[in-house]
C-alpha cells in the first residue's frame, strides 16, 4: 500500500514540474507540422473549389451557346415558314390567340369548375354527333 501512496505521489510531482526546453521544442515542433498540414489541406480545397467552379462555369457557357443556337435555327425556320406560308401562319396564330384567352377567361372566373365548364359543351356536342348518326 505504501508502494502505491509512493507512485501516486511521484506521478503528482512529475506533472507539477514545469517543461524542459526540449519537451517545448518537440510541442512546437507538433504544432508546427500541423500548421503546416492544415495549410497544406486548405490549399488543395482551394483547388478543388477552383476547378469545379471553372468547370461549372464551361459547362453552364456551352449550355447558354448550345441552347441559343437552337433558338437562332427556331427562329429563321418560324419567319421563313411565315414568308412561304403566310395564311397558314395567320390561322396559327389566330387559333393560338383564342386558345390563350379561353384559358385567360378560364382562371379568371370562379363560380364554376373547368370540368362543368370544358366538359358540358363537348359531352353535349358528342351526344348530338351520336344521336345524329344513329338516326
Known amino acids: 500500500m505504501e508502494s502505491t501512496k509512493n507512485m501516486s505521489t511521484e506521478s503528482r510531482t512529475s506533472a507539477a514540474k514545469p517543461q524542459t526546453a526540449a519537451s517545448k521544442d518537440s510541442v512546437s515542433n507538433t504544432i508546427g507540422?500541423?500548421?503546416?498540414?492544415?495549410?497544406?489541406?486548405?490549399?488543395?480545397?482551394?483547388?478543388?473549389?477552383?476547378?469545379?467552379?471553372?468547370?461549372?462555369?464551361?459547362?453552364?457557357?456551352?449550355?447558354?451557346?448550345?441552347?441559343?443556337?437552337?433558338?437562332?435555327?427556331?427562329?429563321?425556320?418560324?419567319m421563313v415558314y411565315g414568308k412561304e406560308n403566310p395564311g397558314k401562319l395567320t390561322l396559327i396564330a389566330f387559333g393560338a390567340g383564342i386558345g390563350i384567352g379561353v384559358l385567360l377567361a378560364s382562371g379568371l372566373t370562379s363560380g364554376r369548375s373547368r370540368s362543368s365548364r370544358i366538359g358540358e359543351p363537348i359531352v353535349n356536342a358528342l351526344s348530338q354527333v351520336a344521336l345524329e348518326f344513329l338516326r
Do not use: C, F, P, W
Not at 500541423?34 to 497544406?40: F, I, K, S
Open 33 to 78: 507540422e500541423v500548421a503546416n498540414q492544415a495549410a497544406n489541406a486548405a490549399q488543395r480545397a482551394r483547388e478543388g473549389v477552383q476547378s469545379a467552379y471553372e468547370d461549372t462555369r464551361q459547362a453552364v457557357t456551352d449550355a447558354y451557346g448550345k441552347t441559343t443556337e437552337v433558338l437562332s435555327d427556331t427562329y429563321n425556320q418560324a
